[in-house]
Antibody, heavy 123, light 107 residues
Framework: EVNLLESGGDLVRPGGSLRLSCTAS????????MSWVRQAPGKGLEWVSS????????KYADSVKGRFTVSRDNSKNTLYLEMKGLRADDTAVYYC????????????????WGQGTMVTVSS | DIQMTQSPSSLSASVGDRVTFTCRAS??????LHWYQQKPGKAPKVLIY???SLQSGVPSRFSGSGSGTDFTLTISTLQPEDFATYYC?????????FGQGTKVEIK
């Protein structure tokens, strides 16, 4: 069964930093674009960032641009989200998600999602 | 940015009902439109991709249609397990955007 497992969520003070990880199993990780999506408590889904299969084609939501960095280590089947300058409105469950089709320069539907990791930004 | 607007925001329905909800894009997204179901405390699950293609393993009572700016998701016969929140998403251009969701509640 294809699986994504996030980790790294925590309680952090405003202005702090955190790194989220998402480890993939049972699919050829390097072939697929990956994304981060977040959901604030009681709110809808918000796309955060995406990265192409080889690690290029990084994209960011305006709300996190300049503060968050997406990366991947294909040798470890792991996706990362480095978060700096965290604010209260970054408080959310963060999901990693896999694109449905092998990366060809276009991004597609997210067919596999992790279970989510909670990031709380509060003093 | 492409804004995605879903309607209604919520609806009450009974088991066995036919339910249709809509998603409108602020500009054309061709057929790069996908539908997800999310239950409380769970990750979203893709139901329909590319506007009208049924994801493997998803019951055939779910169907999607549309292209350009107007899309619909239909549940032909509502089942107890279908009470959830449904989101549309466009992957036509960045930033990727989701609709605000339609919550389907038990009447």
């Amino acid at each position: 069964e294809v699986n994504l497992l996030e980790s790294g969520g925590d309680l952090v003070r405003p202005g702090g930093s955190l790194r989220l990880s998402c480890t993939a199993s049972t699919f050829i990780f390097k072939n697929f674009a990956m994304s981060w999506v977040r959901q604030a408590p009681g709110k809808g889904l918000e796309w955060v960032s995406s990265i192409g299969g080889t690690g290029g084609d990084e994209k960011y939501a305006d709300s996190v641009k300049g503060r968050f960095t997406v990366s991947r280590d294909n040798s470890k089947n792991t996706l990362y989200l480095e978060m700096k300058g965290l604010r209260a409105d970054d408080t959310a469950v963060y999901y990693c998600a896999k694109d449905q089709i092998p990366f060809n320069g276009q991004f597609d539907a997210f067919d596999i999602w992790g279970q989510g990791t909670m990031v709380t930004v509060s003093s | 940015d492409i804004q995605m607007t879903q309607s209604p925001s919520s609806l009450s329905a009974s088991v066995g009902d036919r339910v249709t909800f809509t998603c409108r894009a602020s500009q054309s997204v061709s057929t790069s439109l996908h539908w997800y179901q999310q239950k409380p405390g769970k990750a979203p699950k893709v139901l329909i991709y590319s506007a009208s293609s049924l994801q493997s393993g998803v019951p055939s009572r779910f169907s999607g249609s549309g292209s350009g700016t107007d899309f619909t998701l239909t549940i032909s016969t509502l089942q107890p397990e279908d009470f959830a929140t449904y989101y549309c998403q466009q992957t036509y251009s960045f930033p990727l955007t989701f609709g605000q969701g339609t919550k389907v509640e038990i009447k």
